[in-house]
T-cell receptor, first 114, second 113 residues
């Protein structure tokens, strides 16, 4: 079975500081993708960043970057220069190429303090 | 222009009623999905259709029936609503089946009283 675990229910960061959200996953497949989605209070699910498992290079999108440790099955999200608009719930997710399913972690609520 | 849209955004209804949620995507995608987000914010896939054909059918009560009249639309009909059906339902789409990047609609908050 495939699982995604986010062990931090809540995190907080000071505006302009850096914060890292943790995620671990488990899969026996070789063909998979990892994602971070953001869900602000508006509840819209917004794709933040994606990582192909076959790529060693960590993905980056502006202030967002990941630390993908394939052997450890770890996929953390780093948000640099945090902004008030980054406050949201963040979901780590795993896509299985075999089943076509997207599996989500429990979510981490990020608070950004001014 | 909204890529994936859902109607209604909010739905309040009584137990035992039947209701439908509609989803439309204008991205030209072949594959559409329904997800349920429960009160603890846990998101889980329910169904997926590819070109009007059901390809993913998770363990969901048969009171839930998806219908895809064409590849741009995927509706969710729920019969005999129960309190436990209260949740946010998200529609999503991807370019094709077994394609990893999915785009989500704004969600429909369903409250069963």
């Amino acid at each position: 079975a495939q699982t995604v675990t986010q062990s931090q229910p809540e995190m907080s960061v000071q505006e302009a500081e850096t914060v890292t959200l943790s995620c671990t996953y488990d899969t026996s497949e070789s063909d998979y993708y990892l994602f971070w989605y953001k869900q602000p209070p508006s509840r819209q699910m917004i794709l933040v960043i994606r990582q192909e498992a076959y790529k060693q290079q960590n993905a980056t999108e502006n202030r967002f970057s990941v630390n993908f440790q394939k052997a450890a099955k770890s996929f953390s999200l780093k948000i640099s220069d945090s902004q008030l608009g980054d406050a949201a719930m963040y979901f780590c997710s795993l896509y299985s190429g075999n089943t076509g399913k997207l599996i989500f972690g429990q979510g981490t609520t990020l608070q950004v303090k001014p | 222009d909204t890529a994936v849209s859902q109607t209604p955004k909010y739905l309040v209804t009584q137990m035992g009623n039947d209701k439908s949620i509609k989803c439309e995507q204008n991205l030209g995608h072949d594959t559409m999905y329904w997800y349920k987000q429960d009160s603890k914010k846990f998101l889980k896939i329910m169904f997926s259709y590819n070109n009007k054909e059901l390809i993913i059918n998770e363990t969901v009560p048969n009171r839930f029936s998806p219908k895809s009249p064409d590849k741009a639309h995927l509706n969710l009909h729920i019969n005999s609503l129960e309190l436990g059906d209260s949740a946010v339902y998200f529609c999503a789409s991807s370019q094709m089946a077994f394609q990893e990047t999915q785009y989500f609609g704004p969600g429909t908050r369903l409250l069963v009283l």
